[in-house]
């Protein structure tokens, strides 16, 4: 399954420091998730020794916590072999040899502000590494099968219902698009079920992860991860923390066809500006990750073809929201649909109150579900 970069004008320096940085995160991951045990282990022995006694039982979970972080360091170590040569239109063998001028990216930095604030984001880009294991688990696991039923199974139905195979008996000559991809899970099953499939993503920790599942794991459920193992609240048992997922549940490149299915790296709006390109758009948790949502919707318009749809599920989490820097609007629902309108966009089918999770434990006391939005436009022809 093919990955290409995104071509528009990029500076390249900072694009290859950014490749380097991921790169060391996914390097880093275990020596800082290590430090949160580390940090434990150092508060309980610090405590009276009553208290560390009653703590036994549980200073044992820390050393298998351990031993899960060695399983997921392996899967990391996998997911970052190679990468300077996934996409077929660059390469970043290079980029390999740039650390940020030359330091080091531990965790052990001096007591000095800036490194101070080169652990921070460290310890925030390793974060992300370990949200891409959860992700893991929400695209690829058996456990992650509910997640898939409430978020994709709709999409995948509205698919099947306004391209029937009756009447198509060659999808692949339907293109649909996904952007904001996630690891590939809906664009892989579109492609599955005969469509020309696209998936977009700018995120290099998800690309990493899904270039290595889509193309590297031949085999089912050959893989283990232990997604929870860094969530220390919430856990009803310890056994909770240790959870393993393995994974893909299916052979993503294995016996199903996957010429008609592709990935691109880069933002949506820089990515696909050729009009009447797409015969679908599928969006599931993505629009809200704009700043500016009327500039998804546009050039969703813009893109489909007349006729199009436009297939979409999520909430409106806004994910700019919060952003000190960035100008972010957070239309409601209701003004949203006005807009899709005001765009040009018929809409044929429109529901709230989908309970949807996202990357959630299903084990955990915490528990977050969204009364999501599922809505089906069309493009009208002219
Ligand atoms: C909330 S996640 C949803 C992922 C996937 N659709 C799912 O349902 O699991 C949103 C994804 O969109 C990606 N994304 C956000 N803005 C993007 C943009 N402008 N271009 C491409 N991808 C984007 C993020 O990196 C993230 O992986």
Redesign the pocket.
């Known amino acids: 399954m093919s990955f290409a970069a995104a071509t528009e004008e990029i500076d390249e320096v900072k694009e290859r420091a950014h490749f380097v940085a991921v790169v060391n995160a996914f390097k880093y991951y275990k020596l800082c998730s290590l430090d949160r045990i580390h940090k434990s282990e150092k508060i309980i022995s610090m405590l009276p020794i009553t208290h560390q006694r009653r703590l036994d039982k549980y200073k044992t979970y820390l050393t298998k916590f351990k031993q899960c972080l060695d399983v997921n360091n392996t899967i990391v170590h996998l997911i970052i072999k190679d990468v300077d040569t996934m996409f077929e239109n660059v390469d970043h063998s290079n980029s390999m040899e740039i650390g940020t001028n030359g330091e080091s990216f531990g965790c052990n930095y001096n007591n000095c502000e800036i490194a101070s604030q080169k652990q921070h984001k460290m310890q925030h880009d390793v974060e992300k590494v370990q949200s891409v294991l959860k ?1 893991i688990v ?2 690829w696991s058996d456990i992650g099968a509910a997640e898939r039923e409430q ?2 199974t709709p999409i995948l139905n509205e698919l099947e219902e306004r391209y029937p195979k009756e009447e198509y008996s060659d999808r692949g000559q339907v293109k649909v698009l ?6 590939g ?2 664009a892989w099953e579109t492609a599955a079920r005969g469509f020309a499939c696209q998936g ?4 290099l920790f ?1 690309l990493f992860a899904s270039n290595f599942i889509l193309n590297r794991c031949p085999e089912a459920n050959k893989y283990t991860v232990h997604p929870w193992v860094h969530q220390y609240v919430n856990n009803v048992t310890c056994d909770h923390q240790l959870l393993a997922a393995q994974f893909p549940d299916v052979r993503p490149s294995g016996d199903r066809p996957n010429h008609n299915f592709s990935m691109t790296a ?4 820089k990515v696909y500006t050729e009009a009447e390109e797409w015969d679908c758009v599928a ?4 629009i809200d ?2 700043p500016n949502v009327i500039e998804f919707v546009e050039r969703i318009y813009s893109i489909l073809q007349p006729g199009g749809f436009w297939i979409n599920l ?1 909430p409106l989490l806004y994910h700019y929201s919060d952003m000190t820097t960035e100008n972010s609007i957070e239309p409601p629902y209701d003004i949203l649909l006005d807009i899709i309108r005001d765009v040009g966009f018929d809409i044929l089918k429109e529901q709230t109150g989908v309970k949807t999770k ?1 990357a959630q434990n299903p084990n955990s006391m915490m528990q977050h579900e969204y009364d999501s939005v599922f809505f089906v436009c069309r493009k009208p022809y002219c």
Not at 200 to 203: A, I, K, L, P, R
Not at 283 to 286: E, K, L, Y
């Open positions: 992700n929400r695209d978020c994709y996904v952007p904001g991809a996630g690891l899970r809906l977009n993503e700018f995120s998800m880069g933002d949506f709006l969006t599931c948790f993505f990750c704009a999520g996202y």
